[in-house]
């Protein structure tokens, strides 16, 4: 007696994974392209102050970000510069546009260096620029 079942054949059932492994691939270029990334340059070897009070400072456009190290080094977009060429690119920067410049001084940085980088940012005309300070909430 023959018996008629559809499952002898040993009919292979695969699902084809090709076209699901291509739209995963596109959904990730499309957020990894669609995704902007935002990212504040910051110099890790800073450790800000920090405070109380003060204002967020206003993100407008980016600010030229001068980095203040414990040692009194300077770091502008991850280059070490001395205080004659921070001088050289403050001048070039202050007669292309109104630019804001931000300090970001290391707490243990000796406050000589950071009244330097002000001078400096007067000298060249930058009147808009302002230090920067970690803000904490006080404890009861």
């Not at 290391?106 to 808009?128: P, T």
Request: charged share 30%; net charge neutral; aromatic share 6%.
């Amino acid at each position: 007696m023959a018996r008629n079942n559809r499952w002898a054949d040993e009919e292979s059932f695969d699902i084809p994974l090709t076209a699901m492994i291509d739209v995963v691939f596109n959904l990730i270029m499309f957020f990894l392209v669609a995704t902007t990334f935002y990212s504040e340059e910051r110099d890790l070897k800073v450790k800000l102050p920090q405070g109380t009070q003060g204002d967020l400072i206003a993100r407008q456009e980016k600010p030229y970000v001068i980095n203040v190290r414990e040692a009194g080094v300077l770091v502008v977009e991850n280059r070490i510069l001395s205080l004659d060429d921070l001088g050289q690119e403050l001048a070039r920067i202050g007669r292309q546009r109104q630019t804001k410049v931000e300090i970001r001084g290391d707490a243990s940085a000796r406050h000589g260096v950071i009244m330097s980088v002000m001078n400096l940012c007067k000298q060249h005309g930058i009147a808009d620029y302002a230090l920067t300070q970690r803000i904490v909430k006080e404890r009861e």
